[in-house]
């Protein structure tokens, strides 16, 4: 069993690159088509402030896979696959995207060791900096993983792997006996390994109906497994946005409704799933049209109380007389079986309910999962700014000492602010006390 789940000292993590979400191509489209040169910056940040990864990861290694990532190209099988992708019998890429993804080398990185602490940066023109989101979560997630596994001894590490077989069959029995239940594999930047995950979709592919396990974010492996890449749009697309309308507070504040327009001119109905906490809840519920809350598929949850969220999404749809049992809505943040079997019961009958399932999907044998993300920090000059409806999550970059108000939620703050060293800014702590750096 060890052989096949445990990595060769000279395998390379990212061996493809289809070893990605498959919304980085949906949104990559787009931003080649109008955005493409605008610069920004992509930083590692970690959120499990306990776990100091300089402990567990060895930077010559963490340097010696991501120069690996810098040698992959798309190549001709993999263009392949992304021409024949279709949605609703529509070609989604266009020939000169792929073209442009033919010839992609990613950009060089910034990585050094300050204090005890990595310092992983990502700055380049957003058509190619963005590629690096996904392989350096699977890389980084990956060397914390097996520095865990590195002290145990073999049966210990087999007892590790056969533990995550047991409670994935436990899940996929649950699922067996609710087949209204449908979910895609959403856990690519978050699993435990490169082969842990394939494994995980293979055995849902095998196990569960194409009506229930939808498919998978992971381009390669729903390539190689011959089911559904699944993915729309992230909230780097608003952040960066935000960046690139930033002539004043109202063209700022537009932004997010420019998102919207480019995205359904792009990709009309197909893919219209709108994620709605960029700038949090309230905001989006105000900014929505009703065109578009009309003729959009759906909305997407991806923080806060996923009950509370549904309930307010019937009533917004209620309140412009749509039938909300036409719309769906995507729930994607911190699932695990059990919550999914509540919502779909919740929601039965009164508007129509899917699951974007990842951690607890692909990094569940025992060990804690660490929160590891590598978001935009800067677009266009300007720093970003991200609102999620839970524990407010902010993310602050000071224009001129102020901060953009959106809605209710953002309020202007004059304060002192540190920099750090990516030329961010952070409110001091006792401001809000559930303040993180994302």
């Known amino acids: 069993m060890l052989d096949h789940f445990m990595r060769r000292k000279d395998e390379p993590i990212v061996q493809s690159s289809l070893d990605t979400d498959f919304y980085k191509f949906s949104m990559g489209q787009g931003i080649f088509h109008r955005h493409g040169s605008v610069p920004v910056q992509f930083a590692l940040a970690n959120r499990t402030a306990k776990v100091i990864l300089s402990n567990f990861i060895d930077i010559g290694e963490l340097r010696e896979q991501l120069d690996h990532v810098r040698t992959l190209s798309f190549n001709k099988t993999e263009l392949h696959y992304l021409r024949g992708t279709n949605e609703y019998n529509e070609r989604m890429f266009k020939e000169d995207y792929l073209q442009f993804l033919g010839e992609l080398r990613l950009p060089e990185y910034f990585l050094e060791k ?14 190619e900096v963005t590629y690096w989101e996904m392989p350096g979560l699977e890389i980084i997630n990956q060397l914390y993983n097996e520095a865990l596994l590195k002290p145990l001894s073999r049966f210990e590490q087999e007892t590790v792997f056969a533990e995550g077989i047991r409670r994935l069959m436990e899940k996929i029995k649950k699922l067996k006996a609710r087949p209204d239940i449908t979910f895609t594999d959403f856990g690519t930047r978050r699993r435990f390994s490169r082969s842990w995950q394939d494994y995980v979709v293979g055995a849902l592919a095998e196990e569960l109906p194409r009506t229930s396990f939808l498919g998978t974010s992971n381009t390669y492996l729903a390539a190689k497994h011959g089911i559904l890449p699944m993915g729309t749009n992230a909230h780097e697309e608003d952040m960066a946005m935000s960046g690139i309308m930033h002539g004043s507070d109202d063209e700022i504040r537009n932004s997010h409704q420019k998102v919207l327009q480019e995205w359904w001119e792009e990709y009309g109905w197909a893919l219209s799933i709108a994620l709605t906490d960029t700038y949090g809840t309230d905001f989006f ?25 549904g309930d307010r999404a019937i009533a917004f749809y209620q309140h412009y007389g749509i039938d909300p049992r036409e719309k769906l809505l995507v729930f994607s943040d911190g699932l695990d079986v059990d919550t999914i079997i509540r919502l779909a019961d919740y929601f039965a009958g009164r508007i129509k309910v899917t699951f974007g399932w990842g951690t607890n999907l692909t990094n569940d044998l025992g060990f804690p999962a660490i929160s590891i993300i590598i978001k935009l920090l800067e677009s266009n000059g300007h720093g970003t700014v991200k609102i999620q409806a839970d524990i407010r999550l902010y993310r602050y970059h000071i224009r001129k000492g102020k901060i953009l108000k959106q809605g209710k939620r953002i309020a202007k703050i004059k304060a002192s602010v540190r920099s750090n060293h990516t030329g961010a800014f952070s409110l001091p702590y006792d401001c809000c006390p559930y303040f993180f750096w994302l």
Do not use: I, N
């Open 114 to 127: 300050q204090g005890d602490k990595y310092v992983l940066q990502f700055p380049g023109k957003w058509s």
């Open 285 to 309: 519920f105000k900014d929505m049209t009703y065109e578009q809350a009309r003729d959009w598929k759906g909305l997407r949850h991806d923080s806060g109380d996923p009950f509370k969220f």
